[in-house]
């Protein structure tokens, strides 16, 4: 018989992929679905909610007061996701994934629902800012536990489809806004209690991976016998020196620009939407429906956007996945807000923003695993979204600000204005290695000097951290 070797067929996708890590994909993927239902929730009663709530705060109802309260209760969320990012993320990495995950998803559920009881703006602020707290844990914590678990050629792909859950929770809130939007914003939110039933799905099914209970014992095991090494070192402190100093500032960059472009559009085209409806005289019914309807177009794009980004990075890189994203973006948002068009066509636009939007920001979570090992990662990619998040939440207020102040009202022109700042994405964007092919980072061996990455070709996980 011969020697020879006979190639073997490569191995079905199907036997790769084990049931364990579709469990891990499906509970993370609700978690971040819920998550946006939440959010986009909050977006949609917008307008009804300050209607309702600035007379009792002894502010007058009109599109200035909207404006720059309704903007201020946003920036109280992001702040909170920010803030809840960091927290959550450093938790995560000093007491496991799963755990803090299921915390985080408590805290914004609970905190969102009970926002329908607010009597004045500030109220439903100090809500809104809670309920950020616990919603800055899902997407780092869920995709560090994704990547961790899915550690096979799928796993951009697997971190695409959580992140799609995001998008796919704004068509959810949608769908159920146009269903049950006219039973009042009150409702709307009250119905945000529901993410919290999910925490049992989570903490019966989902594990935590073995490489960072290996660094949590590692770590543990170093304190009981008085050793001291630098992987001990504050976990925040890491991430801001050497090694890890520059993917920081990469990530950081990429994470802010994309989150500024995305917070901007998706918290005013909705009033924008609003505003054409009242302008061509119809009910706040029919105004209703045309939100709904917009929402859901323009989320439909954003789950292919989120979705194929893993898909589209295994194929034509990392780097060029996010040149596409922001392209599809500028140009889409160029069309779009600053001048005047027909509901009709902010329909056929808004999947198109979506896409390129979403895109960007399933980017940044595909991405980050690949730059951090695993003691610093979900911090490494709390931080960086968090850093971004802070930035982000004068975003919708300085729209709603400059529109009054600047654009006589024009809410498109404002929001056009705050998005172009996203662009300073390209500028990480020029320095972030290529990780396509790489193994995730393991703990680093050699602490060596920082140093900024080549822009292009590729890097394994030995080079990024020697």
């Known amino acids: 018989m011969s020697n020879m070797q006979v190639d073997q067929p490569p191995e079905s996708w199907r036997a790769e992929i084990t049931r364990m890590q579709w469990l891990v994909l499906l509970g993370t993927t609700l978690g971040w679905t819920l998550d946006g239902f939440a959010g986009s929730l909050y977006a949609l009663v917008l307008g009804p909610a300050m209607t309702e709530l600035l007379p009792h705060s002894g502010i007058a109802v009109n599109t200035s007061g909207i404006g720059l309260y309704g903007g201020l209760t946003v920036a109280l969320f992001l702040a909170g996701w920010a803030a809840g990012g960091i927290l959550f993320g450093v938790l995560a990495d000093y007491f496991g994934r799963v755990r803090v995950l299921s915390a985080g998803i408590v805290t914004y559920a609970v905190f969102t629902a009970l926002a329908a009881f607010a009597d004045t703006w500030w109220q439903l602020g100090v809500l809104r800012f809670v309920a950020g707290l616990g919603s800055g844990v899902e997407a780092p914590v869920g995709a560090a536990l994704v990547a961790e678990v899915w550690r096979n050629r799928y796993r951009a792909r697997a971190c695409g489809v959580m992140m799609s859950g995001y998008a796919a929770g704004f068509f959810v809130a949608a769908l159920a806004y146009q269903l049950l939007g006219g039973h009042g914003w009150r409702l709307m939110l009250g119905i945000a209690v529901a993410p919290a039933l999910l925490v049992w799905?989570?903490?019966?099914?989902?594990?935590?991976?073995?490489?960072?209970?290996?660094?949590?014992?590692?770590?543990r095991m170093r304190k009981e016998q008085g050793q001291v090494a630098a992987a001990d070192r504050f976990v925040l402190r890491r991430l801001l020196a050497a090694p890890f100093l520059s993917r920081t500032a990469i990530c950081t960059t990429l994470a802010t620009g994309s989150l500024i472009a995305f917070w901007s559009v998706s918290t005013w085209y909705p009033q924008i939407i609003r505003r054409l409806a009242a302008d061509d005289a119809l009910s706040p019914a029919t105004a209703n429906s045309h939100v709904a309807v917009a929402s859901m177009l323009f989320n439909a794009g954003g789950v292919l956007g989120y979705a194929s980004w893993g898909f589209l990075a295994d194929a034509v890189g990392r780097r060029r996945a996010f040149a596409i994203s922001f392209a599809v973006s500028a140009v889409s948002v160029g069309y779009l807000f600053p001048?005047?068009?027909?509901?009709?066509?902010?329909?056929?636009?808004?999947?198109?923003?979506?896409?390129?939007?979403?895109?960007?920001?399933?980017?940044?979570?595909?991405?980050?695993?690949?730059?951090?090992?695993?003691?610093?990662r979900a911090t490494g990619m709390a931080l960086c979204n968090s850093i971004g998040r802070f930035i982000t939440a004068a975003g919708p207020l300085v729209a709603g600000v400059i529109a009054v102040s600047w654009f006589g009202g024009d809410l498109g022109l404002a929001t056009t204005c705050v998005a172009a700042v996203g662009l300073i994405a390209v500028a990480g964007l020029i320095f972030a290695p290529e990780t396509r092919g790489a193994e995730l980072p393991s703990e680093p061996l050699d602490l060596g000097p920082d140093r900024a990455e080549p822009p292009t070709g590729s890097i394994t996980s030995k080079e990024m951290y020697t």
């Open 201 to 219: 799905f989570i903490r019966r099914y989902v594990p935590e991976p073995p490489e960072i209970q290996g660094a949590i014992a590692a770590r």
């Open 339 to 376: 001048f005047q068009h027909t509901y009709g066509e902010f329909l056929l636009a808004l999947p198109v923003v979506g896409f390129g939007l979403f895109g960007a920001l399933s980017g940044t979570f595909v991405y980050g695993p690949e730059l951090f090992p695993p003691s610093v």
